[in-house]
């Protein structure tokens, strides 16, 4: 091991002792003047403290040295008769710098030398370790991956190697989390193109090009804020191997039975001035490479920023219900396409341009019998449905970054969404025919100004504007025997937001201030032909404005191994509710608190406990304040009984967390705890033919508690991971059914998932996943519904220089109660790569075993549904892949 000038220990202060007072009285007498300055980062110009300061002659022989205080000042006498001098500058995680000083003028006393060190990441390492490397380092808020320690051969794409790294987590939505925090960028290069939609990377960077990935903790995206504003944000940055081409990619055209079609493309481009990465995508196989999906009701990672500033939509939001990994539902036309690009249009100027076009027909064949039994009563009900859904997605979306100097900053950032789904549907309903029409366009547009001013070391002054639409027209046709239904929906929403903040550290606390506006206002617009009702409006006509000022305060302190975050969010609300239905409008001003607490204590270098409490006051969704009756579907109308309520919600939670890397365990034991005194009270009114869904707005003192833990042991010496993760939720929750009154139920939910998956050195490996999920209901009348469901994943992995073959099993049980039988699945393939690695060569079979149908059952606290649908059927495909 390897290792830089030390002056630790005993011997050593006594020889630096020395040196430095030989230096001293070699050179007082000769010394003509003295070189002093600043030593700061430069990007944040935070101060550097104990940075090496050497000073050499012209044959690189050291003269002299001192180091930089706490403040980053250094000062030091320069020694007499020479005419050239060089003063550098290092320090461990920086680049080297050094200056030059010409001695012209002999009587001159001070020379000024500041000096703005640049990060250097990527050349640590060297200094840790020499030699064979670890297969993770940590270095500050920096996580280290050695790929090489936990690749098995078998990765495609970046997603493939996140899921075996410690510490990571990939969901089904492609959202990353990397020690249960959000990842929020996804960087190539310290570079983000992606912005929050960094699942198209994800998804389609090649594994190959990847060198390293580093997780970044405390990420800000804003660089004057660092150091200055902690973050529970954390970012993924993907190194890329050294020596690619300016232009770099890969393309795989697939052929199989069945007219079955693949066909891919993808393409990285790096140079001084721009950096990008495109990919473009067509399959009918059950892939999906974007990150939009319309089979489950996953929401895209890129629209969770985004939910306060979008409406409602009514009649295409749902996806298809099913418990199977998506690739077997997913009966698709499917073409993806994106671009992704970063310009550095000057040294202090640069652009980041993204565009995504998605286009989809998915194919979907149910039947449901659903049993309704309450109050001695018993519903059944039979419906068939043939489905086909049409998605089309255009989205644009830009940064404009403009560094102003050092300490200013100006970006602005937008994107326009643009979201069109036609469905088509005929079936029964118990026997009565029908046919269904949807179409919704949601149209999507925001835009966000910020400006950021570090004028001081540690303080920053930032504000910004921030504005945002929403229109999002629906119509739904309904044909039947006896009636033509037609229901126009419109939702539209608009909102502003201005705010300034004052973000300062002071020693180890950190203080923010932040006094803003902002402003929400919402259209619900809605006829109904066809179809009317005695007693009951089918037309809607609302304006439902909400105005706030708000001030919200910001502590962190650390104290010891103690932290401590506190947050105060005071808002004046000023409501304005106009209903067209209602004989009287709402109009209301009322003040708001809502603070948060969280507390950590630092056990030891790898632990902590925490614990945390937050109260929070909300207000009704627009989609919950008309009160006319809108149809969604060929049986569902849904409507609300309104009255004004803040929704009070409390939420504590306590957890004790390990992060041990270097011995590559985590280990995390939580419990939480939620309620709610005022909320949506559901009331649903069924018969055979139609459902009534109304919303009410009442005290419901719903309560929901969980325990979790979650375990995961990386083996090194079987190159095996092991992942244990469990949790056990209780919720409480009224509803009324029919004529049934109120009604206290409570769900109680337990899920067990084992993982392990070896990485041997040798052509071998496996994976086996068991996944058990229990549901139970219990109604305080007495009735209990109960199902338990079993999944369990195994494949083998053999792997021989460049030849790969692989075979998956999947086993689902809907009901281990049940004599429903269990489904099994087979998938296999063979991958053989060129020696040059150019060329990949692929067959591919999935469902082998060819199950065409999957049958299901789901219990509530008020019925029993079992349901089957079709799935992708039995394909073998043969495809063929250039890299570039």
Same mark, same amino acid.
């Given at each position: 091991?390897?290792? /830089? ?52 002659? &012209? ?179 993907? /190194? ?99 671009? #992704? ?12 341009? !993204? ?5 989809? /027909? ?12 309450? #109050? ?21 979306? +830009? ?30 309903? !118990? ?9 919704? =366009? ?13 004028? /001081? ?28 239904? =037609? ?23 950190? +203080? ?24 009951? !409006? ?31 969010? #005071?808002?004046?609300? &000023? ?10 409008? +709402? ?145 409480? +929750? ?22 392990? =998956? ?24 007495? #009735? ?46 063979? =991958? ?14 999935? &469902? ?37």
């Amino acid at each position: 091991m390897k290792t /830089k000038l030390s002056i630790h220990g005993n011997k050593n202060k006594t020889i630096n002792f020395f040196m430095v007072l030989f230096f001293i009285i070699s050179n007082i007498s000769y010394s003509q003047g003295v070189v002093q300055g600043f030593v700061k980062d430069s990007l944040t110009d935070v101060p550097l403290h104990n940075v090496n300061i050497l000073i050499k002659s &012209n044959k690189n022989k050291l003269l002299d040295f001192t180091f930089t205080n706490s403040k980053g000042f250094y000062k030091k006498t320069l020694p007499k008769d020479y005419d050239l001098l060089y003063v550098e500058v290092s320090i461990i995680g920086y680049k080297k710098s050094v200056k030059v000083i010409k001695i012209i003028d002999s009587n001159k006393e001070t020379y000024i030398l500041d000096f703005a060190l640049k990060e250097r990441l990527d050349e640590l390492e060297e200094v840790y370790i020499e030699g064979k490397k670890r297969p993770i380092t940590v270095r500050q808020d920096t996580t280290v991956y050695n790929l090489e320690k936990f690749k098995d051969g078998t990765e495609r794409v970046v997603e493939d190697i996140l899921k075996k790294l410690p510490g990571i987590t990939v969901g089904e939505n492609g959202l990353v989390k990397f020690k249960g925090k959000t990842v929020t960028r996804l960087l190539l290069d310290n570079d983000n193109i992606f912005d929050s939609n960094y699942g198209i990377g994800t998804k389609n960077i090649s594994s190959d090009i990847i060198e390293g990935i580093e997780a970044i903790e405390d990420y800000n995206e804003n660089p004057l804020l660092k150091g200055v504003k902690s973050s529970q944000n954390v970012a993924l940055n993907l /190194k890329l191997k050294k020596g690619e081409a300016d232009i770099s990619g890969n393309t795989e055209l697939g052929l199989g039975v069945d007219s079955k079609k693949y066909a891919k493309g993808n393409a990285l481009v790096v140079s001084k001035k721009a950096k990008g990465f495109s990919s473009v995508g067509y399959n009918n196989i059950g892939e999906n490479y974007s990150p939009y999906n319309f089979v489950s009701n996953n929401i895209d990672i890129s629209r969770l920023s985004e939910l306060s500033q979008r409406t409602s939509n009514l009649v295409n939001d749902n996806g298809f219900n099913s418990i199977l990994p998506d690739n077997r539902v997913r009966v698709n036309n499917n073409f993806f396409g994106s671009l #992704n690009a970063l310009y550095k249009l000057k040294d202090n100027l640069s652009l980041r341009v !993204n565009y995504n076009l998605f286009k989809d /027909k998915l194919i979907r064949n149910e039947s449901t019998n659903t049993r309704f039994i309450f #109050n001695n009563q018993e519903i059944n009900i039979n419906t068939a449905e043939n489905f086909i859904k049409s998605p089309l997605i255009n989205a644009g979306a +830009y940064e404009l970054i403009y560094k102003i100097n050092k300490k200013e900053l100006l970006t602005s950032k937008g994107k326009v969404d643009y979201q069109k789904i036609n469905s088509a549907s005929s079936g029964f309903n !118990n026997e009565d025919l029908f046919s269904n029409k949807t179409t919704s =366009r949601d149209v999507f547009f925001n835009n966000k100004i910020e400006y950021t001013n570090r004028f /001081k070391t540690s303080t920053v002054f930032q504000s910004s504007i921030e504005i945002s639409s929403n229109d999002l027209p629906q119509n739904v046709n309904i044909t039947t025997d006896l009636d033509n239904a =037609r229901q126009q929906i419109d939702f539209k929403k608009n909102t502003l937001d201005i705010n300034a903040s004052l973000l300062s550290k002071i020693k180890k606390s950190e +203080y923010g201030i932040k006094l803003g506006y902002n402003f929400d206002e919402n259209f619900v617009n809605s006829d109904l032909q066809g179809i009317s009702f005695n007693n009951q !409006n089918i037309s809607n006509d609302v304006y439902y404005r909400i105005s706030k000022p708000y001030l919200n305060l910001d502590y962190n302190h650390r104290l010891g191994q103690w932290n401590f975050i506190a947050n105060i969010e #005071n808002e004046i609300f &000023n409501i304005s509710l106009i209903d067209m239905n209602l004989d009287t409008d +709402y109009n209301n001003s009322f003040y708001t608190i809502n603070p948060s607490l969280t507390i950590q204590h630092k056990l030891s270098k790898v632990s902590n406990l925490y614990t945390g409490y937050k109260l929070s006051n909300q207000i009704p969704d627009a989609q919950n304040v008309f009160s006319g009756l809108i149809l969604t579907n060929n049986r569902l109308f849904l409507n609300n009984d309104f009255s004004f309520n803040l929704f009070n919600n409390q939420s504590f939670d306590v957890g004790f967390r390990v992060n041990d890397f270097y011995n590559l365990f985590q280990f995390n034991v939580y419990a939480n705890y939620n309620y709610s005194k005022y909320g949506y009270l559901s009331q649903l009114n069924i018969n055979e033919d139609l459902s009534f869904s109304t919303s009410i707005v009442e005290s419901v003192n719903n309560k929901n508690l969980q325990f979790g833990f979650r375990l995961e042991k990386y083996l090194h010496f079987l190159r095996s991971t092991l992942n244990l993760n469990s949790n056990y939720t209780i919720r409480q +929750y009224q509803n009324i059914i029919n004529d049934s009154g109120l009604r206290d139920n409570t769900s109680k939910n337990l899920f067990v998932e084992f993982k392990i =998956r070896t990485g041997f050195k040798g052509t071998l490996n496996f994976e086996n996943n068991v996944f058990v999920n229990n549901n139970f209901f219990e109604t305080g009348l007495g #009735n209990s519904n109960e199902f338990t469901s079993f999944q369990n994943d195994f494949s083998v992995k053999y792997i021989k220089n460049s030849f790969h073959f692989n075979i998956n099993t999947q086993y689902f049980k809907p009901d281990l109660k049940q004599d429903i039988s269990g489904d099994l699945f087979l998938d296999a393939s063979i =991958r053989l790569t060129s020696k040059n690695k150019k060329i990949e060569y692929m067959f591919k079979a999935n &469902n082998l075993l060819n199950q065409k149908k999957y049958r299901n059952i789901n219990s509530s606290d008020l019925s029993t549904t079992s349901f089957e649908h079709n799935l992708q059927e039995r394909f073998a495909l043969f495809s063929i892949g250039f890299r570039f």
